[in-house]
Antibody, heavy 119, light 108 residues
């Protein structure tokens, strides 16, 4: 059973860079045909897709965040990472990592991690 | 960018009743790329339906999905106590994923 676990700082200062890592177990992160993604949810709000990385390393980002986001894959560690720079209070949210399977659905999710942007 | 609009925002029903949730896309989307999720407080979303109408592994058959083009529905035939939650639809097109804003199903 595929399992995902987010890790990273829970508090980031305004204007700094948010960095999170998702560790994958129970399956291969380099399996062909699949994506790995990041989704966030501001407290009490809906889900916002941040971006995906393909098993090949190709990346796809939400147009509204593209200028600030980098997602990368580290197959040697079975991890993929999110970097979001120049953060503001509006970036405070629960951040989830997820596997994107056939039909481009998010079929396995991490438990989520709360990141607060505050000085 | 395709926008998904879910309605109603909140659905107040009693256990045993039927729930019908709507997800409308701003443009025609491929049914194969329409999914539904359930989220309970403090938990990550859980995949319920993909390909518009296929139940994910372990999802009870009281959950069903339908629709095509721009209009899609999630139906819960008889609400169980554990079904009161928030439901999101999600679509994929041209390397972009988007979610609807969610429908909360609450106990009446």
């Amino acid at each position: 059973q595929l399992q995902l676990q987010e890790s990273g700082p829970g508090l980031v200062k305004p204007s700094e860079t948010l960095s999170l890592t998702c560790t994958v177990s129970g399956g291969s992160i380099s399996g062909s045909g699949y994506y790995w993604g990041w989704i966030r949810q501001s407290p009490g709000k809906g889900l916002e897709w941040i971006g995906n990385v393909y098993y090949s390393g190709a990346t796809y980002y939400n147009p509204s965040l593209r200028s600030r986001v980098t997602i990368s894959l580290d197959t040697s560690k079975s991890q993929f990472s999110l970097r979001l720079n120049s953060v503001t209070a509006a970036d405070t949210a629960f951040y989830y990592c997820a596997h994107t399977g056939t039909h481009n659905k998010f079929d396995h999710w991490g438990q989520g991690t709360l990141v607060t942007v505050s000085s | 960018e395709i926008v998904l609009t879910q309605s109603p925002g909140t659905l107040s029903l009693s256990p045993g009743e039927r729930a019908t949730l709507s997800c409308r896309a701003s443009e025609t989307i491929y049914s194969v790329y329409l999914a539904w999720y359930q989220q309970k407080p403090g938990q990550a979303p859980r995949l319920l339906i993909y390909g518009s109408s296929t139940r994910a592994t372990g999802i009870p058959d009281r959950f069903s999905g339908s629709g095509s083009g721009t209009d899609f529905n999630l139906t819960i035939s008889r609400l169980e106590p554990e079904d009161f939650a928030v439901y999101f639809c999600q679509q994929y097109v041209s390397s972009t994923w988007t979610f609807g804003q969610g429908t909360k199903v609450e106990i009446k």
